[in-house]
Nanobody, 124 residues
Framework: QVQLAESGGGLVQAGGSLRLSCAAS????????MGWFRQAPGKEREFVAGISWSGGSTSYTDSVKGRFTISRDNAKNTVYLQMNSLKPEDTAVYYCAAKYYSGSYLRQRSIDYWGQGTQVAVSS
């Protein structure tokens, strides 16, 4: 069993930055690929970024490439999402996700564990 707890969301102006953190419980964190998904009001949840279990590869949806960076610290059982140059269209609830022994691209239907989500709001 893995429990995920997100933090770091909030309200920021367009062009600003936020760093989301996801702390995982359990001793097998390093065996899980980790990722971030988001769901905006009235829209389906979508993949944002992922990092493989080894940390050797990362994936991003096209709309955040060059602005967001995913990283992980296995010693702290934590995955991060650094979000720069934020846009109003980045406004959403951001969810941390874990998939056992996976590559960096994560599919919703295959996720093993989800966090509760953290709200990110970007004002224009």
């Amino acid at each position: 069993q893995v429990q995920l707890a997100e933090s770091g969301g909030g309200l920021v102006q367009a062009g600003g930055s936020l760093r989301l953190s996801c702390a995982a419980s359990g001793r097998t964190f390093s065996s899980y690929a980790m990722g971030w998904f988001r769901q905006a009001p009235g829209k389906e949840r979508e993949f944002v970024a992922g990092i493989s279990w080894s940390g050797g590869s990362t994936s991003y949806t096209d709309s955040v490439k060059g602005r967001f960076t995913i990283s992980r610290d296995n010693a702290k059982n934590t995955v991060y999402l650094q979000m720069n140059s934020l846009k109003p269209e980045d406004t959403a609830v951001y969810y941390c996700a874990a998939k056992y022994y996976s590559g960096s691209y994560l599919r919703q239907r295959s996720i093993d564990y989800w966090g509760q989500g953290t709200q990110v709001a970007v004002s224009s």
